[in-house]
């Protein structure tokens, strides 16, 4: 008779609400800096390349370094990477403040992205060997990724609102008194937890792992920014070259820096895929519904922000309810019935038109919903298929997962659009329009606009309805796509998952699977937990 796991307590909940809040600032400085571009331009002088540099270096660092750290948590111990990384947070986000160059800025938001992959997998890891309980775990990653999902929402608009007060590196800096709190309370509130026989930390895999990441991250968001080109193919192959050398050391070596045997159920494996699909159709079509909402529909940066709030509002009780769901239903059908909820919602998309705001604000709200539930249920699964003593590595491998779907759906999902949107603009009847104004609004709907700006007011007008209807074939292409994607994944998820139990069962019943983690891996190391 299996002994039922210990449930959580007051201190425990307390610790989890001390995990949200690096977790929300994390995800905030994804996106807080968009606003500040204007600005900091500006005020440092950066090139184009520099600018892209600026940007897009954090998210670079987060992905390339999170299997490394999740796997470094492992060995020296969750809470104590997670106090580093917040100093380090801290300490980078003054820097980042007050840089005087843009290669100050550079450097210190690659910085803060090292700092960052440290959080996120701590946070997730801690999460893991807080609670034992698997419904009170589900209930606790819900809100974890609610977290996740407010700051990502919160980034632009709590930027737009220290701009309107202060100057762009002020930011940065929301983040120093969250870091200093949790470096006050955290070693109060958070156990540690660690791997006994941890060994040492193999840095050539490290560094293979983060060339890896890194280059594929690299060349797929050059692909979906610039089109398919010599140097975004040598990224990924390059990429793809070093993350072979990476997975051929991990074998042989007798302590590795990710344990492979993670990789040996369909539990773990299926989860991944899932997660990675799910972010790359909330990342694509994010990043055309933004557009629209500036560009078709005409609406400031601050106001767009401010529409996508429903989604999120709409996603947080979902994701707090989905564990409850659980419960009484397999987790696989109710993450394949979100998946077919957020194809309805893709379905929406493919009928907005000029004037759809009401239609695509719908659209979205339904397919964040389905996809929360997905997101929800997935990384549970995902962080619980492995042992505790590797929870670190998998949350490590679950956040990278996540990344490297966030860039896939941009490039893929950003190529199809672009594709439809050219053959649009090229069908069009703008014979009286300049030749150059017509090539620069054949590279994109930022481009139109800008080249009706310079324009005669008949032609212009022209130019940008013939740009938005194209844009809108565009949009319709790719929530046509992303709803035939999770509609095959829903599939997938209710067949090759369905024999995962529910989150909680009746203590009598046997907890192992099929898919249950090889002994080998269960029983490789011990880890210890101390208060």
């Known amino acids: 008779m299996v002994v039922a796991p210990a449930k959580a307590g007051r201190r425990e909940w307390i610790g989890l609400a001390m995990l949200a809040l690096p977790t929300l600032l994390v995800s905030m400085d994804l996106t807080v800096l968009h606003l500040a571009v204007p600005d900091l331009s500006e005020d440092l002088r950066p090139s184009s390349t520099q600018l892209l540099w600026i940007v897009d270096i954090y998210g670079f660092m987060i992905a390339g370094w999170m299997v490394t750290a999740g796997t470094v948590g492992d060995h020296i111990g969750r809470r104590r990477l997670l106090l580093y990384g917040a100093a380090a947070f801290a300490g980078a986000s003054v820097l980042a403040a007050f840089s005087t160059s843009a290669e100050m800025l550079i450097v210190t938001r690659g910085l803060l992205g090292i700092a960052g992959a440290t959080l996120m997998p701590s946070t997730m890891a801690l999460i893991r060997n807080m609670f034992h309980d698997e419904v009170q775990r589900s209930r606790a990653i819900g809100i974890w990724m609610t977290s996740f999902m407010v700051g990502a929402t919160l980034g632009p608009l709590v930027g737009g609102a220290l701009l309107d007060a202060f100057?762009?590196?002020?930011?940065?800096?929301m983040g120093v008194p969250v870091m200093v709190l949790l470096l006050v309370f955290g070693p109060k509130m958070l156990p540690e937890y660690r791997t006994d026989d941890a060994g040492r930390v193999d840095f050539v895999?490290?560094?293979?792992?983060?060339?890896?990441?890194?280059?594929?991250?690299?060349?797929?968001?050059?692909?979906?920014?610039?089109?398919?080109?010599?140097?975004?193919?040598?990224?990924?192959?390059?990429?793809?070259?070093?993350?072979?050398?990476?997975?051929?050391?991990?074998?042989?070596?007798?302590?590795?820096l990710l344990d492979l045997a993670l990789f040996s159920t369909a539990r773990f494996n299926t989860?991944?895929?899932?997660?990675?699909?799910?972010?790359?159709?909330?990342?694509?079509?994010?990043?055309?519904?933004?557009?629209?909402?500036?560009?078709?529909?005409?609406?400031?940066?601050?106001?767009?922000?401010?529409?996508?709030?429903?989604?999120?509002?709409?996603?947080?009780?979902?994701?707090l309810l989905t564990p409850s769901v659980a419960r009484r239903i397999r987790p696989a059908y109710v993450m394949a019935f979100g998946l077919l909820v957020a194809a309805a919602g893709f379905g929406i998309i493919t009928q907005v038109d000029v004037s759809g705001l009401a239609v695509l604000v719908t659209g979205t709200v339904v397919l964040f919903v389905g996809l929360a539930a997905m997101g929800v249920l997935g990384t549970d699964m995902a962080v619980s298929a492995a042992p505790p003593e590797r929870a670190g590595a998998a949350s490590a491998v679950t956040s990278t997962g996540n990344e490297l779907g966030g860039a896939l759906g941009l490039a893929v999902l950003g190529s199809i659009g672009s594709a439809v949107y050219r053959d649009g603009i090229a069908d069009s009847d703008l014979g009286a329009v300049p030749a150059e104004a017509t090539a620069s609004a054949g590279e994109s709907l930022g481009g139109a606009?800008?080249?009706?700006?310079?324009?005669?007011?008949?032609?212009?007008?022209?130019?940008?309805?013939?740009?938005?209807?194209?844009f809108l074939d565009s949009l319709h292409a790719v929530a046509l796509t992303c709803a035939v994607v999770v509609t095959v994944l829903a599939v997938a998820v209710a067949v090759l998952l369905r024999n995962t139990g529910r989150p909680a069962g009746p203590p009598d019943l046997p907890q192992d699977s099929p898919d249950t983690p090889s002994p080998d891996l269960r029983t490789k190391t011990a880890a210890s937990a101390t208060p």
């Open 167 to 173: 100057w762009w590196g002020a930011v940065f800096l």
């Open 205 to 256: 895999s490290a560094l293979l792992s983060l060339i890896a990441v890194l280059a594929v991250v690299y060349g797929i968001k050059q692909i979906a920014e610039q089109g398919p080109t010599l140097a975004a193919a040598a990224a990924v192959v390059a990429g793809a070259l070093a993350g072979v050398a990476f997975v051929r050391r991990q074998r042989a070596s007798s302590d590795p």
């Open 271 to 319: 989860a991944i895929v899932a997660l990675l699909l799910n972010s790359a159709v909330m990342m694509g079509i994010n990043f055309f519904a933004a557009q629209y909402l500036q560009l078709v529909h005409g609406l400031p940066p601050l106001e767009a922000g401010l529409w996508t709030l429903p989604m999120t509002l709409a996603g947080i009780p979902v994701a």
């Open 449 to 470: 606009v800008r080249a009706s700006a310079e324009l005669p007011q008949q032609l212009s007008g022209d130019l940008l309805d013939s740009a938005r209807a194209a």
